[in-house]
Nanobody
Framework: VQLVESGGGLVQPGWSLRLSCATS????????MSWHRQAPGKERELVARISRAAESTDYEDSVKGRFTISRDNARNTVYLQMDSLNSEDTAVYYC?????????WGKGTLVTVSS
């Protein structure tokens, strides 16, 4: 099983980034997918999640209206479009696959928002 995040980097406040999480080794379409983040000195938190067939999404309050989660079941990939980034979005972003008691995590990609 592999989950590989990409797309992180250093951006200025107000800019956008698109994160990708490419997966393999499990039946992607069976799994709900989510993005989580962990800022320095803070606990990991859920940012957004999407159901197996993308029929429903949920967002943490601070990212509602700025972030969009999506998935491509044909490409076994989940995305996080992040707009209007601010310094509080600085964190390592992780993707997670969940199905019942099974859960797989990626290793994360760093997003730094700074002027």
């Amino acid at each position: 099983v592999q989950l590989v995040e990409s797309g992180g980097g250093l951006v200025q406040p107000g800019w956008s980034l698109r994160l990708s999480c490419a997966t393999s080794g499990f039946t992607f379409s069976w799994y709900a997918m989510s993005w989580h983040r962990q800022a320095p000195g803070k606990e990991r938190e859920l940012v957004a999640r999407i159901s197996r067939a993308a029929e429903s999404t949920d967002y943490e309050d601070s990212v509602k209206g700025r972030f969009t989660i999506s998935r491509d079941n044909a490409r076994n990939t989940v995305y996080l479009q992040m707009d209007s980034l601010n310094s509080e979005d600085t964190a390592v972003y992780y993707c997670k696959a969940s199905f019942g008691l099974n859960a797989y995590w990626g290793k994360g990609t760093l997003v730094t928002v700074s002027s």
